[in-house]
C-alpha cells in the first residue's frame, strides 16, 4: 500500500469515528433499540465486543463460525496459493478422488 493510500485509510477511519451515528448517543436507532429491549442490546453488543477483543484481534467478527462443520456442511480440499497480493489471492484447489467433473464456463 502506497503511503498515500496509508493516509486515505486514515483519513477515512477517522472521519468514520466522528460520525455521531457510531456513538451511542448519536444514534436514534440505536438508542431505541436499547430503550425497547430494557438495556439487552447493549449488553449483547458489549458481550460480542469483549469477544472480538479475546479472540479477533479487535476486529469485528464477520461470520457466525459455530454454524459450519468440517464434513457435514463445509468441505476442506488441498490447496496452494499461486499468487499473493495486497488485492487478491490466486488459490489452486487439488483434487481428492480419482474422477472429477469438468465445468467450463
Known sequence: ?????????????CTS???PTNCLLGNPAALQK????GGA?????TK??????LNNR????????????VGENLALTPRSALY???VFELIEYRPVTETVCERCG
Open 1 to 13: 500500500m502506497t503511503y498515500q493510500g496509508k493516509l486515505c485509510f486514515v483519513v477515512d477511519l
Open 34 to 37: 436499547a430503550f425497547d429491549s
Open 84 to 86: 499473493r497480493c495486497e
Open 17 to 19: 469515528i466522528a460520525a
Open 41 to 45: 442490546s447493549l449488553l449483547r453488543g
Open 48 to 53: 460480542n465486543w469483549v469477544r472480538d477483543m
Open 58 to 69: 479487535g476486529m469485528p467478527t464477520q461470520v457466525n463460525s459455530s454454524s459450519f462443520k
